[in-house]
């Protein structure tokens, strides 16, 4: 046989094994997302979670140096693996003057405690030779330091003087997410997520909202040094929400949140484990696995959102346990009293000190979204038994905290209408003449009013 005769007989068992080979391959690729796409709830690849994005972010500035008549301050902005002296080194000092600069600052502060994001302001003078430094202490205050005279660097600490103001706000959900309604009406966005914390038990802010929703909200302002620092406690909130009016106020001496009526808010179930996500797909007794391509029960709520969010308790209990779970991954179960159990299912790994038999504090972080196990995306599976019967976590009911007792009503009722006051004129609640230790300190400050798209007066 010649050598060209027995290429061509491979040619022809090599070529059609290899078409077979691709055309197998395409029909699995096909079937799989076939049967993803059949899924009543896929779930959809996320960004990974980032804390900051929800937070008001620190700019730097870039160092432009030119000749200058008079101080001109620039904005230093501390990098991820960069020491102070690398940063001071920007602005022009050398090595021996970056650590004299640093040791000065060391007088009030440990150096070791900064983070990347830090800023560092500086001033440059004429010839753009620094001529001082400022840095914000942990919130404690804020540590100068200049050139000394005879040479050198000399420092001084001043402690921060703060200053909590009574503001108040009110909007609509229009359009948009409610962070941005409640920036449109002139809060910082953090107060959507306080916001979120107050009305926990009795609104799901994962599937409850609504386009025109409205929201009235009493808050504090901080300032430290005549600086704005963040939002304090939220004293008053009113939230409409689809025909359904929700009330709290902040009382008692151990303050907690109660409606219009005295009763408390707090429930034994918060009625989502995630402060803000998507629910995926629903409690079913014959769901379509996305990876297993079968009909089986889901006895849980899957909420997608990105890796590393934040999981908490929904209830006080005892880690039952905390590892590896097969299918469901990395899991997280807590045993609740009255015979409930929650599992948190594919989580990316645990928070500090959730081991079995660690107690646990509602509302207490005990791991972080991922996607271990047979999982197709980021999400959480949070599962609720009762009795040894898995529930719909949805349909849950929660159990009243503990009411007021009949001898603080009073006091409560007169509270309660003095922030309701407030909330439409905009000014610090007038407290009574016997108004508790708990309820004195809320009674500083100015008041401000706020309405959607104004811009108040801080």
């Known amino acids: 046989m010649s050598r060209g005769s027995l290429v061509v007989r491979l040619l022809r068992v090599v070529v059609p094994c290899g078409l077979l080979l691709v055309a197998f391959a395409l029909a ?9 796409s059949r899924s009543p709830y896929p779930l959809t690849r996320s960004q990974p979670f980032r804390p900051a994005a929800a937070l008001i972010p620190v700019r730097g500035a870039d160092v432009l140096l030119v000749d200058r008549v008079e101080e001109v301050p620039v904005e230093l902005v501390l990098g991820r693996g960069q020491t102070l002296q690398e940063l001071l080194g920007r602005v ?17 502060c440990n150096l070791r405690q900064l983070r990347p994001g830090d800023a560092l302001s500086a ?15 942990a919130e404690r205050g804020r540590v100068t330091v200049e050139r000394a005279e005879g040479g050198g ?4 600490f001043a402690a921060f003087v703060e200053e909590r103001r009574v503001r108040a706000v009110r909007g609509s959900l229009d359009d948009g997410a409610l962070t941005t309604a409640v920036t449109r009406a002139g809060a910082p966005a953090e107060l959507a997520y306080e916001m979120a914390e107050v009305l926990q038990w009795d609104l799901d802010f994962t599937r409850d909202l609504r386009h025109g929703d ?59 484990p995630l402060s803000f996500s998507r629910v995926t797909s629903r409690f079913s007794h014959r769901r379509f696995h996305p990876v297993l391509k079968t009909y089986r029960p889901h006895y849980g709520v ?3 959102a990105p890796v590393g969010t934040p999981v908490r308790a929904t209830a ?18 807590v045993r609740h009293a009255n015979g409930y159990l929650t599992a948190y299912l594919h989580l990316s790994g645990f928070a500090a000190g959730v081991r079995a038999g660690a107690r646990i504090s509602q509302g207490e972080v005990i791991g972080y979204v991922g996607s271990t196990g047979l999982s197709t995306a980021p ?31 009073p006091r409560f009722l007169a509270w309660r209408d003095a922030l309701r006051t407030s909330l439409t004129s905009g000014e610090a609640p007038r407290v009574g003449p016997d108004p508790g230790p708990g309820d004195l300190r809320l009674a500083s400050g100015d008041g401000a009013r706020a309405d959607a798209g104004s811009h108040p007066a801080g």
């Open 153 to 156: 660097w000399r420092s001084r």
């Open 316 to 333: 006080r209990g005892t880690v039952v346990s905390a590892g590896w779970n097969g299918g469901g991954g990395k899991m997280v179960k």
């Open 379 to 409: 999400h959480l599976d949070y599962r609720v038994q009762h009795g040894g019967r898995w529930i719909d976590p949805l349909g849950l009911k929660g159990v009243e905290a503990e009411p007021l007792a009949s001898s603080e009503l």
């Open 214 to 272: 409205r929201f009235e909200v009493l808050y504090e302002e901080v300032h430290l040094d005549g600086r704005p620092r963040g939002i304090g406690e939220v004293l008053g909130l009113v939230y409409e929400n689809r025909g359904q009016r929700l009330e709290a106020y902040r009382f008692g001496d151990e303050p907690s949140y109660y409606d219009g009526e005295g009763r408390p808010l707090q429930k034994m179930f918060l009625r989502s």
């Open 302 to 304: 899957d909420y997608g």
């Open 123 to 137: 001033r440059l003078g004429p010839g753009d030779i620094p001529t001082g430094f400022e840095l914000v202490v």
């Open 28 to 36: 699995s690729t096909a079937r799989r997302l076939e049967a993803f």
């Open 92 to 108: 022009g000092l050398d090595a021996a003057e970056s650590q004299g600069v640093a040791a000065a600052f060391r007088e009030h």
